[in-house]
C-alpha cells in the first residue's frame, strides 16, 4: 500500500478556508480507495472523503458541499479544499491509501489499513 505524507494544515478563522494535500508513493494497482480522515481529542475517528480510482468520491454529511476532494494522478498527489469551515471541523486530519486487486466499494468511513502521521487543523470563532 502507498506511504502518505500530508501537509497544509493550520489555523483558520470559523467561515475561512484550508488545502490539505497528500503526497502518496505509486500504487501497483489502478484500483485503490484514498482518503481523508479526522481525529479530534477524545473523540472517535471519522471518515471525512474518499476517491476510488475511477475518480468516483464519497463525502460525509457533516462536510457535502463544503469540502471537495480530489487527486492529481500524474503527481501522485491528493486533495481537500476545505471552505466553511466551522470549529466542530477542528482535528488531526490524516490521508489514508490503500490499494486493491478488484474494484471494492470506497465509502467515506472506509477502515483503511494504512494512514499518514496527520495534520493539525484548527478553527477558530
Known amino acids: 500500500d502507498g506511504e502518505v505524507v500530508e501537509s497544509g494544515g493550520g489555523s483558520v478563522q470559523s467561515g475561512g478556508s484550508l488545502k490539505l494535500s497528500c503526497a502518496i508513493s505509486s500504487f501497483a494497482s489502478r484500483h485503490y480507495c484514498i482518503g481523508w480522515f479526522r481525529q479530534a481529542p477524545g473523540n472517535k475517528r471519522e471518515g471525512v472523503a474518499t476517491?476510488?480510482?475511477?475518480?468516483?468520491?464519497s463525502y460525509a454529511e457533516s462536510v457535502k458541499g463544503r469540502f471537495t476532494i480530489s487527486q492529481d494522478k500524474a503527481r501522485n498527489t491528493l486533495y481537500l479544499q476545505m471552505n466553511a469551515l466551522r470549529s466542530g471541523d477542528s482535528a488531526k486530519y490524516h490521508c489514508?491509501?490503500?490499494?486493491?486487486?478488484?474494484?471494492?466499494?470506497?465509502?467515506?468511513?472506509?477502515?483503511?489499513?494504512?494512514w499518514g502521521p496527520g495534520t493539525e487543523v484548527t478553527v477558530s470563532s
Open positions: 476517491i476510488d480510482g475511477n475518480g468516483e468520491a
Open positions: 489514508a491509501a490503500e490499494q486493491f486487486l478488484a474494484p471494492l466499494p470506497c465509502p467515506h468511513d472506509y477502515r483503511f489499513s494504512y
